[in-house]
């Protein structure tokens, strides 16, 4: 009884298929693995996600269109009848400065976003794609450069349409703008380490803010330094804002200022080394 019951049970059981080699074959890719993207490869495409959130959301560029034409305005005219002769004389000396704090006090957008992302999920996805690691946090700082070129090509078309004249010309101007976002492209990278260790981007916002008051308005973007006393005039002196500001409004006049444009280079050499390298320690940590 006992063996007419398991052959009974043995046939009634399931065989197992094994596929042959020529149906996997159907079935899978015929062709050869896709070789891995470059860096470079891998973050420009991240940098083009940059963009495309842009395209999608285009309320984002609110920060480099209405903001920087708000502070030209409201500053031209609150300081440039006490300050110099007129506001349009004011604006010569002005225009640089305030072209340097609106792109600067942008790049804190930078750590903002990448929080925002990381609170999401979305870069825990990243990093399980098959790319060189940094392309993600390079890439967004790569689409951020777009940003600050049109906040700067903003503030120069308000200052020429309220008479500014560069007497550097377009060679000058477009060298300036090139320091600005060599130094912006840099300093991202302050923002991108506290977008990282910070909780919210309620927090990346107010430390940032706490950061950027101090070194924009306490620099020689509206005033000389040789009219402030002198405790302040040694802080301002040493200030990157102070340097680029100062390299950005020689070349902008049709000038040079070696001095300017040597600190302000190893200031972004600096930036990058420092807190690029403390970015990918975190990152690469978390």
Known sequence: MSDTTTATTAERAPSVYVPSAEALATVLAPGARPTRP??????L???????????????????????????????????????????????????????VTSVVMITMYTGVGLNTDIEKGIFDRFRTLPVWRPAALVGMI????????????????????????????????????????????????????????LR????????????????????????EPTTMPGWLQAFVKVNPVTQLVAAVRAVMSGET?????????LWSAGFVVVFGTLTMHRYNRR
């Open 38 to 43: 470059s860096a470079l490869g891998a973050s």
């Open 45 to 99: 495409t991240f940098g083009w996600r940059a963009l495309l959130k842009i395209k999608h959301v285009p309320e984002q560029l609110f920060d480099v269109t209405a903001f920087p034409i708000i502070m030209v305005l409201m500053f031209t005219y609150l300081f440039g009848g006490a300050l110099a002769d007129s506001p349009r004389d004011y604006l010569q000396f002005f225009l640089p400065g305030i072209m």
């Open 142 to 197: 790569f689409g951020d450069v777009l940003r600050y070129i049109l906040a700067a090509l903003v503030i120069l078309g308000v200052g020429l349409a309220l008479g500014f004249r560069p007497a550097g010309g377009v060679a000058g101007v477009a060298t300036g703008i090139g320091l600005l976002v060599v130094f912006s492209f840099a300093f991202s990278w302050v923002w991108t380490f506290f977008g990282l260790i």
């Open 200 to 223: 919210s981007e309620k927090s990346v916002m107010g430390v940032s803010m706490m950061v950027l008051f101090p070194l924009t308005f306490l620099s020689n973007v509206f005033v």
């Open 257 to 265: 200022d070696p001095s300017a444009t040597m600190w302000l280079l």
